[in-house]
């Protein structure tokens, strides 16, 4: 157990355990999460036989990236290792940082390698290494050296969230509470291929934004490049969603990779139409990062904008994602934990 990413009640749990003061919860939750400090003989204020009791039944310390690499348009790609040596090609899982005018995001990875299967991903074609625990997670967050700068993240880097639920989930009550990080919900952005059930969970337990990856919006079609749509038709997500109110400050988006030949013409577009109608939502176009690892090829510029126009003119809020990273691979659909130079 790492103390980083400890919730106030199992702190609470912790310290009644081992007989400390019942404050100590409290003055724990407030060096890691307001002061962010994470070294146990940096709290100053615990006595000297709480730490030493502390660095005897939890981990501290921050695992720092074996590796940063920085993209012309200042985005930069973090490779941390998890877990314990000796690492293997599948140890590593990356970040990517995004500045940009008004934000910068960090895009954090929830595990090594990933079950879906979805074909035209890097992570995807490397199968499945691991599920990453919240004390994983959080350090993307705090070991990278702009971490002060950062004001929104995407958990949208290498893995399904929703297929590492519980521990995604703790990471989110660290994020948003009173006791944690205190960030609004609205900052914080989860993508899923559309797991239905912890879809249901992730929308009753937390009002973060969400992002469904649809990349089609026909069910065999689909299935050819997202094998989860065999147990998970989008069709029973996009219901899902309608059934919520949408009225609130939770914005849904889906994301639609666009691959020549394969979802761009304009039948993809009214089917897409089709499927969204009524709920209320944009759909996020990406432009395709070929990969050698990957057999398609990306839409060309003019066929993505008619299909922007053609969703946008039928009442659907549709933009263009700007490509960021793609020469250092921390594009969408790029990230492989494999940026070690050696
Ligand atoms: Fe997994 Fe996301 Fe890649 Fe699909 S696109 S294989 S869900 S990491």
């Known amino acids: 157990m790492h103390l980083l990413g400890q919730t106030l009640a199992q ?11 019942k404050f100590t919860a409290r003055q724990l939750c407030d060096w890691l999460y307001k002061k962010r400090v994470t070294d146990i003989d940096a709290m100053t204020n615990l006595s000297l036989k709480t730490r030493a009791c502390l660095k005897e039944i939890v981990g501290q310390g921050l695992t720092q990236p ?51 299967g979805c074909r035209f991903c890097v992570t995807g074609q490397q199968g499945f290494h691991g599920n990453l625990d919240v004390s994983q997670i959080l350090n993307q967050l705090y070991a990278v050296d702009v971490n002060s700068d950062i004001s929104n993240i995407v958990f949208m ?35 899923t291929v559309g797991i239905t059930p912890m879809l249901k969970r992730l929308l009753d337990e937390c009002q973060c934004h969400v992002a469904v990856s649809l990349h089609n919006p026909f069910p065999d079609e689909r299935k050819s490049i997202m094998p989860m749509q065999k ?12 059934r919520y109110n949408w009225y609130g ?29 009524g709920l209320r939502c944009r759909v996020n176009l990406i432009r395709f990062h070929a990969s050698p690892d990957v057999p398609y090829r990306p839409s060309d510029e003019k066929t ?8 946008s003119n039928h009442g659907i809020t549709a933009t263009i994602r700007a490509s960021r990273g793609e020469d250092i691979m921390a594009a969408c659909g790029l990230l492989a934990g494999k940026g070690l130079k050696n």
């Open 157 to 191: 880097g290498m893995g399904e969230p929703l297929d590492n639920y519980d521990q995604v989930k703790q990471a989110l009550e660290v994020l948003t509470s009173e006791w944690g990080l205190g960030w609004s919900p609205h900052r914080i952005t989860v993508s």
């Open 231 to 242: 147990a998970y038709p989008v069709a029973d997500t996009v219901a899902l969603l309608k």
């Open 11 to 21: 702190l609470q749990e912790l310290c009644l355990n081992e007989g400390f003061p």
């Open 304 to 311: 993505m904008i008619s299909f922007r126009d053609y969703l």
């Open 66 to 116: 074996a590796d940063v690499q920085t993209s012309v348009d200042g985005t930069r790609k973090y490779l941390f290792p998890v877990g314990s040596e000796p690492f293997d090609a599948h140890s590593f899982v990356e970040a990517v940082y995004i500045p940009a005018d008004d934000r910068a995001t960090l895009c954090v990875s929830c595990q090594r390698g990933c079950r879906m």
């Open 249 to 277: 400050q939770r914005r849904i988006s889906f994301e639609y990779t666009m691959f020549k030949g394969l979802n761009d013409d304009i039948n993809h577009a009214a089917e897409v139409v089709r499927l969204l109608q």
